[in-house]
């Protein structure tokens, strides 16, 4: 019987890692926890599931973090999964096959498999990480390289690794508040490393996608063409540079003509990579020309198989737009709905449907939007997006359905179009919000200046924002040193 070893690195990672722990328990013969200076119950927690800990003293350098876990590390095949990574409990005995099975064949080192990031800044959207290296022998002529952006390489010649695809690692760590701090830790350690050893031939390839990552578009874009020049690639994620070049010539809304020479050159490189095709057709309709749109994003949809998520909600999205910009009503309900269907908190393409729905009695919009959504688990999403479209009745409906928690008493009132109840109950509201900072700054010790608002108000407002500091002074009552 083949003996697995669950490693990770970890730093503060209390809140991730219970969901890593019962995936590795379900997996791995052993636990090993190479902990870099965690403050919070992160160890402690790993100790309580079974883990091994052991304490590594950060020196900037993953690498050195991820072998030392190797070293320690006592089966002859590793699972080495990020603390906010996991497999689902449906794949881990897929993975303990593909094990089995490749444990035989004595020059496979390894395997490949799909990586799908969610993102908890978009209501759990997915999306496709490309194929990353998490499986793979334990064996001394297999290490991590690399302060930053470590990858596994192998020494000597022989080894090969495979790709599995119907298992799955999910990335929890996808969001974008959480990826920009790592693209800043990333581009400081890779240029530290970069003038500690100089320049190489791999700088391109990460310095584009943290540049990215950063929103600095134009740097991207010209890191990623170095990183195509420079032919590098790496295992798993050889279309990256062609992404982070078009989707930064997308974002600096590059003239249509040069996105779409740089997608058709990915194209010749990655034949039926649909997010290409899919670049070209958004670069078209950000021009306005919605023919040469519509033929580039039509033919990126047969590149796509429903179920697609993503990018397919993407595709349908800007066709529906195109439709509802032609008046063609009918098409792009149905090609904004079936967007909906792949990804259901995919924004564009509701706010797109609240605008359709708006000619519609509100029951009607209800009853459509119930077959996609769940209306009390949305409801929040869908008060957000649909008050936007004016479709006040249908956010009363959800707010109900959520029990009320969405909507202040104010909102409530305003979107029922009771407008003097509304007026006064959000002039309470600014009352006691008054209050309470006119009571915050004197407690600091600050000048108060009233808001102009209420300054110029009628001395019944006045009052009834007195008697709340009163009230306030007494749930707050001042502190008396002993």
């Not at 403050?39 to 991820?66: I, M, Q």
């Not at 890191?223 to 690639?233: L, N, Q």
């Not at 992404?243 to 058709?264: G, T, W």
């Not at 519509?294 to 047969?302: R, S």
Request: net charge negative.
């Amino acid at each position: 019987m083949v003996k697995i070893s669950a490693c990770v690195i970890v730093k503060n990672e209390e809140r991730n890692l219970p969901r890593w722990l019962t995936c590795a328990r379900a997996l791995a013969d052993e636990m090993v926890v190479v902990d870099t200076g965690s403050t919070d119950r992160t160890a402690e927690l790993a100790r309580e599931a079974g883990a091994s800990v052991y304490s590594f003293a950060w020196r900037n350098d993953f690498s050195a973090a991820k072998n030392c876990a190797l070293q320690k590390a006592k089966g002859s095949w590793i699972v080495f999964l990020d603390a906010d990574e996991y497999f689902s409990e449906e794949d881990i005995p897929k993975v303990r096959a593909y094990i089995q099975k490749f444990d035989k064949e004595r020059k496979i080192a390894g395997f490949f498999c799909p990586l799908v990031n969610i993102d908890v800044d978009r209501d759990g959207a997915l999306s496709n990480g490309g194929f990353q290296l998490r499986v793979f022998r334990r064996h001394p002529d297999l290490r991590y390289h690399g302060h930053v952006h470590e990858m596994l390489q192998a020494r000597g010649s022989g080894w090969r690794m495979v790709e599995v695809r119907d298992v799955r690692v999910w990335h929890t760590g996808y969001s974008s508040g959480l990826l920009r701090a790592k693209a800043e830790r990333n581009l400081s350690l890779l240029l530290s490393e970069r003038e500690r050893r100089g320049e190489s031939p791999s700088d391109a390839f990460y310095l584009a996608d943290c540049c990215f990552g950063l929103e600095r578009y134009e740097e991207a874009e010209e890191w990623a063409r170095k990183a195509i020049a420079s032919g590098f690639t790496l295992g798993g994620r050889e279309k990256s540079p062609y992404n982070v070049l078009l989707n930064s010539m997308l974002a600096l809304r590059r003239p249509f003509v040069e996105v779409r020479e740089a997608a058709r050159d990915a194209l010749k490189k990655f034949p039926g990579t649909a997010d290409y095709k899919a670049i070209e057709g958004v670069s078209a309709w950000q021009a306005e020309q919605y023919t040469e749109a519509e033929t580039a994003l039509h033919e990126a949809l047969t590149m796509t198989e429903p179920g697609a998520g993503h990018i397919r909600a993407i595709i349908l999205g800007h066709l529906a737009d195109i439709s509802h910009q032609r008046g063609q009503e009918a098409q792009a309900l149905d090609d904004a709905t079936e967007a909906l269907k792949e990804e259901r908190f995919y924004e564009p393409a509701l706010s797109l449907l609240g605008e359709i729905l708006r000619a519609l009695p509100a029951a009607d919009a209800i009853q459509f939007l119930n077959t996609i959504y769940d209306p009390a688990a949305d409801a929040e999403f869908l008060v957000r997006i649909l008050a936007k479209s004016g479709l006040y009745e249908v956010c009363l409906y959800y707010d109900k359905k959520a029990g009320g928690r969405i909507l202040s008493e104010g909102e409530r009132l305003l979107f029922a179009k009771a407008y003097p109840s509304a007026a006064r109950e959000l002039a309470r509201a600014m009352i006691r919000g008054c209050a309470m900072e006119v009571l915050a700054a004197q407690r600091a010790g600050m000048k108060v200046d009233l808001p102009d608002a209420l300054r110029r108000a009628d001395s019944g407002i006045a009052q009834e924002m007195q008697g709340y500091i009163s009230k306030l002074e007494q749930v707050f009552p001042w502190e008396i040193d002993a």
